[in-house]
């Protein structure tokens, strides 16, 4: 597990919070925080983005909270489904996505899905914030509320560096 503590709080305030189960595709961002995740029965590791927007729905068609986990790139992947899907149906969720092509990460492989994230977002009228491991618990919990009772999906945005990513 790891002893990460950015990713530690986050994953408390997660649990806390009851906002499971996890779909997660692999990300090296996010790989802290999903260190944690993978010790919990309701983690699940999906093999697509897209994937895993579509089985968070069904959660939620079912009455229940999802947390899916993903890099900006397969952010951009999922579109479809968010845009066809989870947008026009209301369909509630939470979204962590790394922000890879955002700084620290000079990578040019993906500096256009970290200028068009939060403008994706926008235009299909997602909230996002970027998450701090300093006020995980409130974030965390007022996205919580913005699922559950607004029954709109929310979206955290992590910086490359908020669980010590290095390029």
């Known amino acids: 597990m790891s002893d ?5 709080a986050v994953f408390d305030a997660l649990v806390a919070h009851d906002m ?16 944690h995740l993978q010790e919990r029965a309701d983690y699940h590791v ?3 983005e ?19 986990l993903m890099q900006n790139s397969g952010f951009g992947q999922s579109v479809n489904a968010l845009a066809s899907l989870v ?14 092509g955002t700084p620290p990460d000079p990578t040019p492989e993906n500096l256009a899905m970290g200028r068009l994230t939060a ?20 974030q965390i919990r007022d996205a919580r ?14 910086r490359p560096d908020e669980f010590d990513w290095k390029a």
């Open 87 to 100: 947008v026009p149906y209301r369909i509630p969720m939470l979204l962590i996505i790394s922000m890879r």
């Open 145 to 158: 509320r913005t699922v559950v009772e607004k029954r709109h999906s929310h979206a955290l945005l992590v």
């Open 50 to 68: 897209d994937n895993a927007v579509g089985m968070a729905a069904g959660v939620a068609l079912a009455g229940g909270t999802a947390t899916v």
């Open 119 to 138: 403008p994706i977002l926008d235009g299909l009228g997602i909230e996002h914030d970027y998450l701090s491991a300093e006020t995980a618990d409130d």
């Open 20 to 35: 499971g189960p996890y779909f997660a595709t692999p990300c090296g961002v996010l790989a802290p925080l999903l260190a």
């Open 46 to 48: 999906v093999a697509r």
């Open 4 to 8: 990460n503590a950015a990713a530690t």
